[in-house]
């Protein structure tokens, strides 16, 4: 992996940890998240239209990719509602870099090196590691399949979007369309499921939110595929999860979270992880 790709990557995990952050701020997280999204796609529209637009060999990938995010979000926010970032967060990220090492190993085409398969081992069980307090510390389970449905999508989207960006060889035309879609096929569901009244209901400060956190999400994955055209999908997918660092000491700092061995041990496992991606 190039060192610039390293370094962006870095700062990608560090903004994804943040808008996760504000979304866990927000009164009514799915209200929140679904601000997030429309902002996203006016964003990702105005964007788009400066592009040249994808050729039909992209449009199958943008709009798997769509229906993926969308997934994502949703399951997210419904995790949100019922654990602490501190938990939901290494759940729905750890499980994910495993998922694309696995699929990517035979779908894929890019190669891996042993010790590049171990460093994603490594942080992924970290990151798991990181999870432990929810069956320990007696904390709600119910936040349990939700954290694992966004995992699943997130290894969907990431071989998705890796993938797609090559075929277009436009990573911001691409990025901005894929949040397009994302907002098309997002906001219908959750004003669906919630009632057209929930956009309403939110207020100034619950709109704030959802602008910041839609910057921070739109740059951090921006990134991210951009990255996934400079170096494996796989290890991008698996070094940007040192969100979770970032999230813990948030958690901690902002949230006062708990901070206790377990989670130094998988801080540990984790940074093990990253150096092992630079040997």
């Known amino acids: 992996m190039p060192l610039d790709v390293f370094l962006a990557v870095l700062v990608a995990a560090f903004l994804h940890a943040a808008w996760n952050a504000v979304i866990k701020t927000g009164g009514d997280k799915i209200a929140v998240m679904l601000i997030m999204t429309l902002v996203q796609g006016g964003l990702g529209l105005a964007i788009a239209l400066t592009r040249p637009l994808p050729g039909p060999?992209?449009?199958?990938?943008?709009?798997?990719?769509?229906?993926?995010?969308?997934?994502?979000?949703?399951?997210?926010?419904?995790?949100?509602?019922?654990?602490?970032?501190?938990?939901?967060?290494?759940?729905?990220?750890?499980?994910?870099?495993?998922l694309v090492l696995g699929i990517g190993a035979v779908a894929?085409?890019?190669?891996?090196?042993?010790?590049?398969?171990?460093?994603?081992?490594?942080?992924?069980?970290?990151?798991?590691?990181?999870?432990?307090?929810?069956?320990?510390?007696?904390?709600?389970?119910?936040?349990?399949p939700f954290?694992?449905?966004?995992?699943?999508?997130?290894?969907?989207?990431?071989?998705?979007?890796?993938?797609?960006?090559?075929?277009?060889?436009?990573?911001?035309?691409?990025?901005?369309?894929?949040?397009?879609?994302?907002?098309?096929?997002?906001?219908?569901?959750?004003?669906?499921l919630r009632g057209r009244s929930l956009l309403a209901a939110q207020g100034r400060q619950d709109w704030l939110k959802g602008g910041v956190a839609a910057l921070a999400s739109y740059g951090a994955y921006a990134i991210v595929v951009w990255g996934m055209t400079r170096a494996p999908i796989a290890l991008v997918a698996a070094l940007r999860e040192t969100s979770i660092l970032f999230a813990v000491l948030i958690g901690w700092l902002v949230f006062g979270e708990r901070m206790d061995r377990m989670k130094l041990l998988a801080a540990g496992l984790i940074v093990t992880g990253v150096v092992l991606m630079r040997v």
Do not use: Q
Request: charged letters at 15%; proline letters at 2%; a negative charge.
């Open 57 to 98: 060999e992209v449009w199958g990938w943008l709009l798997a990719s769509g229906v993926f995010h969308s997934l994502y979000k949703l399951a997210l926010a419904s995790a949100y509602e019922r654990g602490d970032l501190s938990r939901v967060y290494p759940i729905a990220r750890g499980a994910a870099p495993v």
């Open 108 to 144: 894929l085409s890019d190669v891996i090196t042993g010790i590049e398969a171990a460093a994603v081992v490594v942080l992924g069980c970290g990151i798991l590691l990181m999870a432990r307090g929810i069956f320990s510390l007696g904390e709600n389970r119910a936040l349990l």
């Open 147 to 192: 954290a694992l449905g966004s995992a699943l999508a997130t290894a969907g989207y990431s071989i998705v979007d890796g993938m797609g960006a090559r075929v277009s060889g436009d990573a911001v035309g691409y990025v901005a369309w894929l949040f397009v879609l994302d907002a098309v096929f997002f906001a219908p569901v959750v004003l669906a």
